[in-house]
Nanobody
Framework: AEAAAGSGGGLVQAGDSLRPSCAAS????????MGWFRQAPRKEREFVAF????????YYADSVEGRFTISRDNAKNTVYLQMAKLKPEDTAVYYC?????????????????????WGQGTLVTVSS
């Protein structure tokens, strides 16, 4: 089956849930560390969540801790962002990102330069 990317956004009410996902077409998806970032109008892109290659380690921005869950299904070449208890301030374009890099100075899981590949983004709009 052909892969898809950047799906799962939409318009929801505060308190609702969404589960955007990114699907990769590469043959080595399990080799990539994956992250989610978001960008709201007039704001810089910010880190949301990270998951390690095998899914054993995850990290979250303080703003989403306890509400969002990142996961991956390497058999489906797909990374997910389960978003619960959505708030209006979560409104943004959400981007998945991938990297083969190891951690180094200036390149860590919560920094954009760590990632080399970016999805097209999916818009999440949360009304009050």
């Amino acid at each position: 089956a052909e892969a898809a990317a950047g799906s799962g956004g939409g318009l929801v009410q505060a308190g609702d849930s969404l589960r955007p996902s990114c699907a990769a077409s590469g043959r080595t998806f399990s080799s990539y560390k994956m992250g989610w970032f978001r960008q709201a109008p007039r704001k810089e892109r910010e880190f949301v969540a990270f998951i390690s290659r095998g899914g054993g380690s995850t990290y979250y921005a303080d703003s989403v801790e306890g509400r969002f869950t990142i996961s991956r299904d390497n058999a489906k070449n797909t990374v997910y962002l389960q978003m619960a208890k959505l708030k209006p301030e979560d409104t943004a374009v959400y981007y998945c990102a991938a990297t083969l890099r190891e951690y180094s100075s200036g390149r860590y899981y919560n920094r954009s330069p760590f990632y080399d590949y970016w999805g097209q983004g999916t818009l999440v709009t949360v009304s009050s």
